[in-house]
């Protein structure tokens, strides 16, 4: 079985502060990684993924989640957040094959509030 | 390439009624995923179809079910609804069933 715990419910801070979003996950197998991002009344939208190789990633709009497996977390980080930041970021664990086809485990997602 | 697809993005019903939501994946994507969006439970896993077969379920009761047709695109159908079914509904499509790609959703309300 796997699971996700999302460690914040909400995190505010201001904007061009840097930022970190924790995420510890459980699994008895090979996991691959994911972060999402939601807007509000939109579905969820692929901010960055862990499949293999490298342990940093990097997303397109500035934001990295390092996969480290002797502490189980993905945790996110931006270093300089904007005000359009602001949404509601989960983290996702899915496996290879069995009971794991076609299935995220989600935590419960953590609201990034950006203020000016 | 266009995204994934869902329909109807908002859905009123009364209790007792069922419900058939629609999904269509992007194209060649073969893997259809189906998610129930909650406050209080948060995202929870319905089951995955790929190639026209059901590979994986989640805990849920038998009211809810899904298909999948030669297209690749996804039907989920909940009968006899309940209060609690009141819900965001989001597809997901992917190549493999890794890397997943969500629509935009269909929010039910169950009155």
């Known amino acids: 079985a796997q699971s996700v715990t999302q460690l914040d419910s909400q995190v505010p801070v201001f904007e061009e502060a840097p930022v970190e979003l924790r995420c510890n996950y459980s699994?008895?197998?090979?996991?691959?990684l994911f972060w999402y991002v939601q807007y509000p009344n939109q579905g969820l939208q692929l901010l960055l993924k862990?499949?293999?190789?490298?342990?940093l990633v990097e997303s397109i709009n500035g934001f990295e989640a390092e996969f480290n497996k002797s502490q189980t977390s993905f945790h996110l980080r931006k270093p300089s957040v904007h005000i359009s930041d602001t949404a509601e970021y989960f983290c996702a664990v899915g496996g290879a094959g069995g009971t794991s086809y076609g299935k995220l485990t989600f935590g419960q997602g953590t609201i990034l509030t950006v203020h000016p | 390439k266009a995204g994934v697809t869902q329909t109807p993005r908002y859905l009123i019903k009364t209790r007792g009624q069922q419900v058939t939501l629609s999904c269509s994946p992007i194209?060649?994507?073969?893997?259809v995923s189906w998610y129930q969006q909650t406050p209080g439970q948060g995202l929870q896993f319905l089951f995955e179809y790929f190639s026209e077969t059901q590979r994986n379920k989640g805990n849920f009761p038998g009211r809810f079910s899904g298909r999948q047709f030669s297209n690749s695109r996804s039907e989920m159908n909940v009968s006899t609804l309940e209060l609690g079914d009141s819900a965001l509904y989001l597809c997901?499509?992917?190549?493999?069933?890794?890397?997943?790609?969500f629509g935009p959703g269909t929010r039910l309300t169950v009155l």
């Open positions: 699994s008895s197998v090979s996991v691959y």
């Open positions: 194209s060649g994507h073969r893997s």
């Open positions: 997901a499509s992917s190549v493999d069933s890794t890397e997943q790609f």
């Open positions: 862990y499949l293999s190789g490298s342990t």
